[in-house]
């Protein structure tokens, strides 16, 4: 029987596996750390009491990039129904069941293209400009996110499919220096009519702080919402609903080819049913048949 | 005499020759009606900047007036960007890979993807912002 004393040295080999072992542990262990930082840095860490949800509400361009989405979709249809037909074939009869489920007329947020002075605004608080305390209060990490998302959905309405990672940092940098520049902008007015005390901004002010920076008046955010943002979702609504069209045009199509073939292979079934057994198949039929 | 009649009487600049009517309606018109024209930028946003500026964002209006105009910026800067693309692809259709024109389709189904390259030039042209490359230390 082999002795085991304390303390005694190990054969070398059993080193050599041991360090191997411990190496990978070692590895291991610094993987799951760098990844428990990554969790620990991203704001999804935080728990689900503590995170906020904030919404990007305009309903035009959320139905735009909506619609931008299903018509790209529709489009890779069409486009597999010209390349592919053998898989079109396939997906042609889930097909048929979504297509009843598409609107034939998008609803889209109305314009009023009648002038301002002749449209009557209802009272409540927030044309009176009654304060307002905003409950959600958010850090760098929640701006940046948001602003990204904003940035992306913005994007898409201006015919931008995709953006470079270096891209969207840039151009969340620059917004938010835009938006120092015009907080700038403002408390410099606001020192230079000798309000350096008051925090409030009224509609002048503003106006004032956003000619200084932008050279141009605030009056131009209605044409804006207009011609870049209401107008552009009336287009994208119309293609969408051509697109559709298109589409049903094209499972139509297939499928009363389909129905052509179906009939055509039934009647020759029906005649000549040795027409559909591979040679492969009639042969091994005939050993059968000579060995029985 | 008849030279003197013919000429407008001087209104020491009182009267502001009329606005244009395609450049946009009166602020104030405009103010009571922003509630229908809601933003994609959140107003929390809006308030961080204007609570770190040490400014009230107390009137929900001024508000969104603000969050208004980051979102045109916005749309301004992909616009031009936008525009420096579609000239770029023209003079060098290699440069855009994702463009399907080769396959013979529908020029309004191009991709165009926003890189730095077309990025970097619609912010220093119209808003002044430069953006250098970082200089590596060799």
Known sequence: MKRKHWGEFKEKQDDVELAKKLEMDRQIIFEKRSELKILHSSVYFEPKENRIQLSHKNPAVNQIVGLKQKQELIQELIDTSQNDVYTFQQILPGLNSTLEVFPTKIVTPKVNDKLNCFISTIQNDFTTGKPKNIQKKVNKKCVDLALRKSICGLLRITDFTDITESALQLMTDSVDHFYKSLMESIVNVLNFDDRDTETDIDIMTFEKAFFNLMNESSTVFLNYFKNEIYLKNQQVATEFTEKVAELKKVVNDNSHQNLLINEIQHSEFS?????????????????????? | MDNNSEQKPSNFGIHRPKENPNKGGSLSEFLPQLENYSPTIPDAVTCYYMNSS???????????????AAQKFISDVANDALQHCKTKSSANPNVNKNQKDKDGKNPKDKKFTLTVDDLAPALNENYGIKTTQMKYLT
């Open chain 1, 271 to 292: 005649t000549n049913s040795q027409f559909y057994i591979k040679e492969e198949v009639k042969q091994e039929y005939d050993d059968y048949e000579d060995e029985a």
């Open chain 2, 54 to 68: 040490g400014l009230n964002c107390a009137d929900p209006r001024i508000v969104r007036l603000i969050s208004i």
